[in-house]
């Protein structure tokens, strides 16, 4: 289930009222009174508990979720486990989504705290916390000792902050649990609800985003980078992390210990990137990959597979650093030849 | 003329002091005490306005103007229409710009609502409207009902913003007019000036920038995004759109309906994107472009032309992603062959 | 020596003592007891300051340096000067970071200014400055005439702004000394550290930056665009630069006259840029190059290597655009051959 402390559930709610928000109506009618309490995740499901598979990618999760029911679609739903009641449909993703709004309606503006004073009472700041002019802290967070919170910074509802963490100018701080002595860099945005959305012309639903951002110790975030939290799973960044300016993490990122990525560096959602990863300027990510421990990539290279082996790599797409020169020096030569 | 919820005009004014703000100095004395109440762009100008020729890709428009009065570069003098005064001269972008300055002189600093309350007592606010703490709203701005706006936002004068949005933490918009159930995520600028000026060595002169950003309903615009306002044309977002983190969208910019821009994509200045488009991460369309209905892009492509069928493109210049696969395919045969 | 408007010195201290902070322990017992009072870089440190040699790449200043003392690699100890004292280690960078983190031990948090009124009392505001809501002026700041600074700016200690510039919504610059005219984008963040660190096994150490930002005349600057202040020496923006959204500019970067930056471009550490360089949107330049003056760099190129003579590039690794389309007419060509 999400975290209590930054997103209230509502329900539990019977089957047909759940089914009445989205466009799903071939339930037997005698399902309809049973009584559900939360989504989850196919792996974390209980009986209680609404999934879905979207992505076959998940099927071996599916055929062995303890969900109490599950959209999936016609082609799938063979393989649905006994215990599970499926809902067949053909957008099981959007079913999800508008099921998943119901039990958590203000998911999307939570992270907006109105009526505040700048620091809320129910907030603990530690000893030697330092709250600038127009910084605000919403209900519940907590802020370790020793921490600087600069002028104009927000920090929402139930976030926790470690010691000795500096939070600079205007960062912004939603669904979070950062770990101690974490530097944020003026503009830093984190926490906010990542790009996830079901098709559902003539436009799309926004699937509830029920995950945080996890940040261990002694990470550095630099000035206006993005860091979007889970859509379910959490967004994690290892310790030791540096982190540059205008970086984009997407929702369900993993980053292990120690990685270094350069500025103007964007990586998709759900990728898991090994300790020590190198990334230079520029380098693109595509989503659901693994990246090895010990990985570096050379400035502007993108990665659209899986990099299972150390090593430096270079190019679009991503290729062994040595490949890639030799691919630069061989198009030059060919070129040059037919430029004779 | 440009919208004066955004823009104070000055004027009318004399041609002879219009032209003293210039570096033009060769109209006939019969024309200098004419009176022009306002620049504008060739198709929409009138008799008392004055228009400019800068790009000869816009030369049929210039055939057509109904100007009072167009700077012109000698080349493109000729095809001056009959009522229209040429002022010819070899930097008509400039003469435009100091012009527009002159009628128009409050622009570069229209967003600044200095000395005012948080909320100015000529804004109106919606029932249920929501703001937080160092939030600022602008004189004669307008935020409908339900809509709430997070810590330290600006909405600057004149803004239009539907009902039931949210303005995430230190968003700031100006110069917009902005739909229902809209969602700007944190530290994203909607309507600052866009990248506009014209050479005046050893510097250069601010084009004023009169348009506006119009959002439709139904849009989401991810973190720490940017959309310039229009130069004279708005730059528009259709309904639906998805935006994501840090994007960048020039002036002029307008996107159709229903389109997904991944994170750290760039669109250059008066490019027009069709319905239903889809960019991947870190794609780069170049400016003056026209993109077609239901183009999909592939991370980091490079848009140099336009893209008149729908289909998926890649690389850089982008192709038809198959072209791009057998182009990747072919380098890498040959460099393993020279590499052997 | 860093300027004392923006970082706070501690010292003299006995070489002992300054040791004692890094993993070093081979000094001879003779010279523990001498006193150094600073950090310096190899060509501007004297007898009473420690320096550093780490790239190679710089012998030639170590070998005339006059700092007292210098940590540096076994391979180069060597080449020491008879007046400086070698402190040889495996990690020079690693032992200086910590010795300058004794020296300058605020260095880190000295933006964020707390406890303070919204306009700091030693602030020194021009005549006509207009301060709206929520900005933040820190101690011994000068803003000049005619200046604008709109909601929720943070102006850090000690900062110089000159006259008739705009500060937009939420920008923040500390450690920056800047000129008149200049105009600075909502969300724009100037003068924070820049991104320097030594490994320090299992993390880093970060290398406190000491120099600043300065930026000339007439400058324009985009929204939520970022630039890191000076490692040691400044970051330098010269007169009349445009520089558009979402770009980052690295520690120790050189812009030269009236260049143009458009969206989204980054320029690594150290590297020198000329006059009148124009570079389209999502350029990227490698760290430590030089780039000539009338430069132009085509959208998405990449630079590798120095550019030392004017003209127009494009591609990855960065060539003469002429060569840049025979490339890819090319492998065009191969891959059409291949196809059929």
Not at 149 to 165: E, K, L, P, Q
Request: proline fraction near 6%.
């Amino acid at each position: 289930m999400a975290d209590p402390r930054f997103f209230d559930r509502q329900g539990p709610f019977a089957l047909g009222d759940i089914l009445a928000r989205t466009e799903f109506r071939g339930v037997p009618d005698a399902s309809l009174d049973r009584q559900f309490d939360d989504v989850a995740p196919l792996e974390n499901a209980s009986a209680s508990n609404i999934s879905f598979l979207d992505n076959p990618k998940y099927l071996s999760a599916f055929k062995e979720t303890r969900a109490g029911a599950c959209f999936v679609d016609p082609a799938q739903a063979e393989h649905c486990p006994s215990d599970t009641l499926p809902i067949v449909t053909a957008a099981p993703y959007l079913a999800f989504a508008q099921s998943a709004a119901l039990f958590y309606p203000g998911e999307t503006t939570s992270e907006v705290d109105v009526d505040d004073p700048n620091v809320y009472p129910t907030a603990k700041l530690g000893k030697n916390v330092k709250v600038s002019q127009g910084a605000t802290i919403g209900a519940h967070a907590e802020v370790g000792e020793g921490t600087t919170v600069a002028s104009n910074v927000h920090i929402g509802r139930g976030v926790v902050i470690g010691r000795n963490c500096t939070l600079r100018n205007s960062a912004t701080v939603t669904h979070a649990i950062i770990g101690d002595r974490v530097d944020l860099g003026p503009g830093v945005r984190i926490g906010q609800q990542g790009f996830g959305f079901a098709p559902n012309p003539p436009g799309y639903v926004a699937v509830p985003q029920l995950g945080r951002v996890v940040i261990g110790n002694d990470v550095k975030i630099g000035a206006n980078t993005a860091i979007d939290r889970g859509a379910g799973p959490d967004t994690q960044i290892g310790d030791h992390c540096q982190i540059d300016n205008l970086v984009q993490i997407a929702h369900n990122v993993v980053l292990g210990q120690g990685c270094v990525l350069a500025a103007q560096v964007g990586i998709s959602g759900s990728t898991k990137v090994g300790n020590y990863v190198v990334m230079a300027g520029q380098v693109g990510v595509a989503g659901h990959l693994t990246i090895a421990d010990g990985v570096t990539l050379a400035g502007k290279t993108g990665v659209t597979r899986d990099l299972t082996k150390s090593g430096t790599y270079g190019g679009f797409p991503a290729v062994p650093v040595r490949d890639w020169r030799i691919k630069v020096a061989t198009l030059s030569r060919l070129a040059r030849k037919r430029d004779r």
